[in-house]
Structures are given as C-alpha cells and as structure tokens.
C-alpha cells in the first residue's frame, strides 16, 4: 500500500463520515439550502486564498525545480481558476469580488487556515505537502460519491463537476506523487506527516459542520438574538 493509500486508510472514519454529512448528501441531491451554500461559498474562497498561499510556501521549500514550479503553477490555477469558480456562485447571491474578498473568517476557517500555513512555514515540505493533501483527495472523493448519488442536474453540479473534473483529477494525483515521494525520501517524517493529514483531515469535516449549520462567532450570534 503507498503511504498516501495508507493516510486515507487510516482516517477511513472521518473520510466515511464527510461522504455521509448531510451537507454533502444534500448537496448531491440538489437540496442542500442556500444559505448554507452561501456560507461555503464565502469561508471557501477566503480558504482558498490561504490555500494558494501554502502551495507558495512549499514551492519556495522545494529543492527540485519542477516541485517548485508546479507548486507556484497550483498557486496560481487556484486564484485564477477555481476562485473564479466561487466568484461565479457568489454572483448568484449577488456578492461581487470585493464582498467575498472582506468576508471575515468564522472559527474554522481561521483554525484550518492557520494550521495550514503555520505548518508548510515551520515544517519540512513534506508534513506541508501532507497537510495539503486531505483538502485535495477529500473533495475528489467525496465529489465522485456525489456524483454516484446525484440524479440528473441541479443548482449545484457545478461543484460536482469541478471536483470531477480531469484537470482536478491531474492536481490531486500529483499531490499524491508528492506525498508518496515524501515518505519514500524521508521515512523519519512519516508519523508528523500523519500528524499533519489527520488534523487537516478533522478540518474538513470541521468545515462541512461549520457551512451547515452557518457559523458564525458568539458574539454576532447574539446579536443576532437581540
């Protein structure tokens, strides 16, 4: 088994119980209620403007010039491509650009963002490239369960269709060439590098809970009471 099969495996509960959130079978089924939508939509694209800024970090760590260049690439196709795709569902909500871009981080957000820095910052590329990896694999599987799931097409394919797609489908086994290479390379890495997958792998189910339910910090929700 490869160590990145074996990161998976290991988590195999939390990776069944993100298929299993309602978020995602509602999502699926074209259920899913747009607040909650809008909710992702808005933490996602401040995420993935962290996101990107992790793939830089962990370019400027890496020592072989195509590590880095593809990195650097990953950071870019994010911001150009697939925060575009965001840009495109806030429109539906009537958010432009500079609306999702002053949206202020929920807890969760800011909890998976700053441990995703912190560690492509502090740690060796490859704890960094496996605490990347759960955000990568988690959406293309839990995107090709919902594409099983799926009965025709609804407001929400476009995000079935992204997560499917063979452009993600190249991104995410390169990140899992990247991890195997880790691990092979640097075998006294491994347990910091399951360390890593296994908290980031927390924060994604964190965040379909923190969408669902809309998030939001103590003191807006009670003032929301008010």
Not at 18 to 23: A, E, G, R, S
Not at 129 to 146: F, K, N
Not at 189 to 207: G, I, K, S, V, W
Request: hydrophobic share 35%; aromatic share 12%.
């Amino acid at each position: 088994m490869s160590f990145s099969d074996h990161l998976v495996e290991t988590e195999s509960e939390l990776w069944t119980a993100q298929k299993n959130h309602p978020f995602i079978r509602e999502l699926a089924d074209g259920t899913l209620d747009e607040a909650a939508f809008r909710t992702w939509v808005e933490q996602d694209y401040r995420y993935l403007h962290d996101y990107a800024q992790t793939f830089a970090v962990l370019g400027a760590k890496a020592r072989e010039e195509e590590t880095m260049a593809h990195c650097f690439s990953v950071a870019g196709t994010i911001v150009d491509e697939e925060m575009d795709l965001h840009r495109e569902f806030a429109a539906d909500y009537g958010l432009t650009p500079q609306d999702l871009a002053s949206v202020e981080k929920v807890p969760t957000c800011v909890a998976y963002t700053n441990y995703l820095l912190r560690t492509a910052t502090e740690r060796p590329l490859g704890v960094g490239a496996a605490a990347i990896y759960p955000c990568g694999r988690g959406y293309l599987d839990i995107a090709e369960h919902m594409a099983e799931r799926s009965d025709g097409d609804h407001r929400y394919t476009p995000f079935i269709e992204k997560y499917t797609s063979d452009e993600f489908r190249e991104s995410v086994a390169w990140m899992t060439e990247l991890v195997d290479r880790c691990a092979e390379r640097h075998p006294s890495l491994r347990d910091e590098m399951e360390t890593a997958f296994r908290r980031c792998t927390q924060l994604e189910h964190a965040f379909w809970e923190m969408a669902y339910t809309e998030e939001a910090w103590p003191h807006e929700r009670r003032q929301e009471v008010v």
